[in-house]
DNA sequence: TATAAACTTGACATATATGTCATCATAGGC
DNA sequence: GCCTATGATGACATATATGTCAAGTTTATA
């Protein structure tokens, strides 16, 4: 796959997670320790972003998902 | 998860599957299209350095290997 | 249409990932 | 002991991720 197509896949899995916790960009911000800004949770979910395995594991762990889940997005398509 | 410690698991992950598969690190570079040089294998899987998604999904292609199972090493241990 | 909540964007300093090279260490087989 | 295969390590230039701020946009709603 494509690097872009990749991140893109990435961010639009996250914020299909996300919203389906009811969540805001901020709240996830916050839950993993940032101060107060989203501007990084933007980015990723915009694709505009290569995220470090250390970030999904951030991710993970203030959604609630195993990382393995977030990375998923490949089952339904290709 | 402390952050060496998730470096240190992917690391070992990656080179048991790798194993699995009966290539070398040199392998598994060449196929990930490096330049005859398994210096980045190695940093990963000696838990060095904290990979980026698409480093995740170019190793996950040349192991033949869903990148949800090479982060599935939590099933086993916490 | 005014207001607020939610999200985006550009910029910035800093840290670090990436790919490569040269070199070293280790282990096994001959 | 020698050679070869394999992996580890330090250094390097370059690219880019990270976290933050300020400012802009979009959306919805009162």
Redesign the interface.
């Known amino acids: 796959?494509e690097?872009l197509v990749?991140?893109k896949k990435?961010g639009a899995n996250i914020k299909k997670i996300r919203e389906s916790k009811g969540l805001a960009q901020i709240d996830l911000a916050v839950k993993m320790g940032y101060a107060d800004d989203a501007t990084s949770i933007s980015r990723i979910e915009a694709g505009r972003t290569?995220?470090?395995?250390?970030t999904?594991?951030k991710i993970s762990?203030a959604l609630d998902m195993?990382?393995?889940?977030l990375?998923?997005f490949?089952a339904l398509e290709e």
């Open positions: 796959m690097k990749l991140l990435f290569n995220p470090t395995l250390f999904i594991h762990t195993p990382m393995a889940d990375l998923d490949n």
